[in-house]
């Protein structure tokens, strides 16, 4: 994968993401990537915080001070809010810039208590959050079972409001993706989602074509059979124009696709044109002389000296910079134009990404033969080996010292490890009390009064199961 366009390795060492720290969801989706035992383990504050703290020194250890890390595992709003911030401010204290992967089914109160101590002082004055939402999930508040992607557009709408909200109230900074898992059924919805979408606040949208990972019995045959280019297409005819990605490759192209850019109203405009040459010449020289640089959590004055010394030891990078800006201010329809999308508030990042995780059928295999150290001989299988060796996200175990792909973690490793969560963090349970009108014996009496039965879901610490809602 060494090519003019790739990122990794180059620019970036991959994102991250957490694992084994929450398994838990309180959503019955379908498709689920979620092992079956995932909701047999507790919710545990201190587990979450102790593990998050361990993965990101390792990261940090093997990968370099700077990264792009998810604290993901189950539902992060499960945590408390003191918990959920405890695990991002470690995070960062690793030099990590953390994003919350979450359903999105959570208030205002919740999310003030994040920001803010128990003193009302804000300790996270910039949060990122990645919020699902599609057709194929079940239990939201007030939409627990979506029919068409249109259902759901008021709540994408209410979770980047309430961002915005809490922006104007606390001066609190967010950077907010959508993600959306994308089957037979709502693939053909994917134009009119991109479309509304990008009217509603968020600086990124990622889809997913679904993968067969996790609980066999939330899966239907066919549900993954979408393709990358499936979804791509249908991305830009809800936009009504070329989405151009050529440009920068993320790791193994049969994985990831990525456009950057900017929306300037209802136009979204690219930073860099894979058509011209100009600026392939200046992604070139920046990855070539900016590569090692990170700006991401530099304070600006300390950025200004970083840019200053590149071009004093550069300076073709000054001209090639600004004739980059002349094209894409014409691409962007001009000055003027930009001027006014400014002042109306409609210029804003906007990054497309198509995610294609792979099943766990081929990932399996894979994964088997490329730690014995041989190449597959079925053809399906050594492209796995080749996509999982140019994976652009990984997962570390501090307890041996490996990070692994995505893919594996939750097509190998994630079912094992939730049958030892669950016992490490078995779920609470209550002794059942008696009924004083019962004549059993005093023996039934004890028997009875010993045993445990299952929280009711008003106990749990998580919240109401969404079987159980309504």
Known sequence: M????????????????????????????????????ANKVRVDGGHTVAQVTAQ????????????????IGGEVSLLSPDDHAAALLAMRGAGREPMSMTHGDFDATYLDALVCGPDGKVRLPRVSFAAHFDVTMRGRNGMPRPHTEADLHEHRRAFATMFADLRRRKGVRSYLAHNMTVTP?????????????ARMGYQMMSFQPAASVGDDRRWSPGMNSVSIDDVWER?????????????????????NRTAIGLLVGPRWVPLL?????????????????????????????WQAIKLARIAVDHPALVPLSLGWSVRFVRRAGGLGRLVRALIRRELRPMTFVVHNFMDAAVVAPAWAATRA????????????????????????????????????????????????????LPLPTLRARPDPRSTTSTAQESDAHHHTVPR???????????????
């Not at 990122?7 to 379908?30: D, K, M, Y």
């Not at 991305?235 to 993320?250: K, M, N, S, V, Y």
């Not at 997962?395 to 939750?410: D, F, I, K, R, S």
């Open 185 to 197: 059924d709502n693939l053909d919805q994917v134009p009119e989602v991109a479309r509304e979408v």
């Open 373 to 424: 150290g041989t190449l597959s001989a079925d053809p399906e299988v050594r492209l796995a080996q080749d996509r999982l060796a140019g994976c652009f996200y990984g997962m570390a175990h501090p307890e041996t010292g490996e990070v692994v792909p995505a893919c594996v973690q939750h097509s190998v490793l994630d079912p094992e490890q939730n049958r030892q969560l669950k016992v490490l």
């Open 2 to 37: 060494r090519t003019p366009e790739q990122v990794l390795g180059r620019h970036s060492t991959g994102c991250e993401g957490t694992q084994g720290v929450f398994p838990a969801c309180n959503f019955t989706c379908s498709p689920c990537y979620h092992s079956a035992d």
């Open 56 to 71: 990101m020194a390792e990261l940090r250890r093997q990968r370099g001070p700077r990264a792009h890390a998810q604290l």
């Open 235 to 255: 991305i830009e005819t809800g936009l009504g124009q070329r989405i151009a990605w050529q440009a920068l490759q993320f790791g193994h192209p049969s994985c």
């Open 456 to 470: 009711r879901p008003h106990d749990d610490p998580r919240r109401l199961l969404p079987e159980r809602r309504g």
């Open 273 to 301: 044109d894979p058509a011209s040459a100009k600026d392939l010449r200046v992604r070139d020289a920046e990855i070539a002389w900016l590569g090692a640089v990170s700006f991401r959590g530099t304070p600006i004055g």
